[in-house]
T-cell receptor, first 114, second 116 residues
Framework: EAQVTQNPRYLITVTGKKLTVTCSQN?????MSWYRQDPGLGLRQIYY???????DKGDVPEGYKVSRKEKRNFPLILESPSPNQTSLYFC?????????????FGSGTRLTVV | AQSVTQLDSHVSVSEGTPVLLRCNYS??????LFWYVQHPNKGLQLLLK??????LVKGINGFEAEFKKSETSFHLTKPSAHMSDAAEYFC??????????????FGKGTKLSVIP
């Protein structure tokens, strides 16, 4: 089944403890992206990647890192999480950078930082 | 600046009555527009998309949206609400961001409640 898989689905952590949220797609998609969803703010883009080793900042990149060492994986790294990073995170992918639609979203990761 | 505005943060309708969720966009180019739905504790699902073909777009579950360039609007409608329509709905615009890339910009969401 074609899908975007995020892990974990739920995570509670403490301030300052490094964590990684994984994202993997099995569709050979070129483009991948991370969003965070907060009540009343919709989804905001954190980082995106147009291909292997090509990443760029979205609208809210502060406090996050990403890497794209292989096409299928796009992990989101929080080096020193803070409570304001408590949010619902979505990973998404699409076949080509230049394609307008055709996004596939993961099921989300609910992160709580205490 | 290019953006998308959902005019209502919360809409409440009775079961069997029409649904109207409003969305306005601002774009220098001909936009591509989408509506996504998110049911409680679920991921995002594409309802419908407009990509410069027919201005009246039909989606899943009986939803429709009409692209009106003169009003810069892309409102989502359904003739008769069902309890299962209770969810959060996001209006989304796909914008050209340079280097041959298109990015999504989401509205802030409209929470739809359906009263039995």
């Amino acid at each position: 089944e074609a899908q975007v898989t995020q892990n974990p689905r739920y995570l509670i952590t403490v301030t300052g403890k490094k964590l990684t949220v994984t994202c993997s797609q099995n569709m050979n998609h070129e483009y991948m992206s991370w969003y965070r969803q907060d009540p009343g703010l919709g989804l905001r883009q954190i980082y995106y990647s147009m291909n292997v080793e090509v990443t760029d900042k979205g609208d809210v990149p502060e406090g996050y890192k990403v890497s794209r060492k292989e096409k299928r994986n796009f992990p989101l790294i929080l080096e020193s999480p803070s409570p304001n990073q408590t949010s619902l995170y979505f990973c998404a992918s699409k076949r080509e950078v230049g394609v307008i639609y055709g996004y596939t979203f993961g099921s989300g990761t609910r992160l709580t930082v205490v | 600046a290019q953006s998308v505005t959902q005019l209502d943060s919360h809409v409440s309708v009775s079961e069997g009555t029409p649904v109207l969720l409003r969305c306005n966009y601002s774009s220098s180019y001909s936009p591509s527009l989408f509506w996504y739905v998110q049911h409680p504790n679920k991921g995002l699902q594409l309802l419908l998309k407009y990509t410069s073909a027919a201005t009246l777009v039909k989606g899943i579950n009986g939803f429709e949206a009409e692209f009106k360039k003169s009003e810069t609007s892309f409102h989502l409608t359904k003739p008769s609400a069902h309890m299962s329509d209770a969810a959060e709905y996001f209006c989304v615009v796909s914008l050209y961001s340079g280097a041959g890339s298109y990015q999504l910009t989401f509205g802030k969401g409209t929470k739809l409640s359906v009263i039995p």
